[in-house]
């Protein structure tokens, strides 16, 4: 390879680094408001039947995990913005990818709390003798969906810093070499 040429791709390569230092940024700051919006939705629901009584978010444990996850992610990503700024710590990239990863996993196992409990609300369980709840709680329902709804575009934040900091981990490594077949037959004989 030429002088030229790899001064061209080290080049290409410190744009990408850049580009993608600026994207890591964009998306951690982005996590904080969809996480801290989906907290303040989640505990503020709450709605009032005459028939049945008062529904709060504090009735759900699903909600309640919801709402710890959300403060998880959002204090990360808090933090990590903090720790990018430090140059000591950028050098040490599994720990920003294994800790996306928790998180990212984190957010989908509280996702899926928030699916089940919007199905039974709206659907009910005809073989243990639940009832749909929505048609009594409607607000209640509306309020978990938009909930819901930002703690997904948290959970896609995450999923795309979680791409980035494996891109960043395993970019650092050569990719494995191809024996050539004149050593595979030399193995073999």
């Not at 710590?89 to 989908?108: C, M």
Request: proline fraction near 2%; glycine fraction near 4%.
């Amino acid at each position: 390879m030429s002088s030229a040429s790899q001064v061209q791709l080290t080049s290409s390569t410190e744009n990408n680094h850049h580009y993608l230092k600026h994207l890591d940024f964009f998306l951690r700051l982005s996590v904080i408001p969809f996480s801290v919006a989906s907290i303040r939705v989640t505990a503020i629901t709450k709605q009032d039947n005459s028939t049945y009584g008062n529904l709060e978010f504090n009735n759900i444990i699903g909600l309640k995990y919801l709402i710890c996850i959300n403060a998880i992610s959002a204090s990360y990503a808090l933090v990590a913005i903090v720790c990018s700024w430090f140059k000591f710590l950028l050098t040490k990239a599994w720990i920003f990818f294994v800790s996306d990863q928790i998180v990212a996993y984190l957010i989908v196992t509280s996702g899926a709390s928030v699916i089940e409990i919007l199905y039974l609300a709206y659907n009910g369980h005809k073989e243990v003798s639940w009832s749909e709840a929505c048609s009594s709680y409607g607000k209640f329902c509306s309020r978990v969906k938009v909930a819901f709804i930002l703690h997904v575009f948290t959970f896609f934040c995450f999923l795309i810093l979680s791409v980035m900091s494996a891109f960043r981990v395993f970019s650092k490594f050569d990719p494995p070499s191809i024996p050539s077949k004149g050593v595979e037959n030399d193995g073999e004989s």
